[in-house]
C-alpha cells in the first residue's frame, strides 16, 4: 500500500510518466542507438535519451550533466528542453567528448527540484 501511495502521488505531482532514460552512441529517428554506460574518447559524443507517456500537459525537464572531479561532481551542463502534452514524446541531449573529459560521469533527469532519475557512465 506505502509503495501504491508513492506511485500515485509521483504520477499525480509530474503529470506524466516516465518510460526510458539510457545513455547511448547516438539517437536515429528518436531511437537510442548501442545504449551503453562506456564511452571512449573515440566516440563523438554522449546522448542521454527519455521516452515519456501520458504527458498530461506541456512542461519543461532539464539533462543535467556532472563530471566527477577529484571526488566532487562539478556541473558541465543543463540542458532545459520542452516534453508537451500528448500520449508519448522522446526527446535527447548530448555532450561532445573532448579528450580531457575521462573519468566519471553522471547525467539527471529533472523535473524542477526534483531528480527522476540519474545515469551514470565512465568516458575512458
Do not use: H
Amino acid at each position: 500500500m506505502k509503495k501504491l501511495v508513492i506511485f500515485l502521488l509521483i504520477v499525480f505531482s509530474f503529470s506524466y510518466e516516465l518510460k526510458e532514460f539510457v545513455t547511448c552512441k547516438n539517437v536515429k529517428n528518436l531511437t537510442p542507438i548501442d545504449i551503453t554506460n562506456v564511452f571512449n574518447t573515440n566516440n563523438k559524443k554522449v546522448y542521454a535519451f527519455a521516452y515519456f507517456t501520458n504527458i498530461e500537459q506541456n512542461r519543461t525537464i532539464d539533462f543535467v550533466w556532472e563530471m566527477d572531479v577529484n571526488n566532487t561532481w562539478r556541473l558541465y551542463a543543463d540542458i532545459k528542453l520542452p516534453i508537451y502534452k500528448g500520449k508519448r514524446w522522446r526527446t535527447f541531449s548530448s555532450i561532445t567528448i573532448r579528450p580531457f573529459f575521462k573519468g566519471k560521469w553522471r547525467v539527471s533527469l529533472m523535473d524542477g527540484n526534483k531528480t527522476l532519475t540519474t545515469q551514470n557512465f565512465y568516458i575512458k
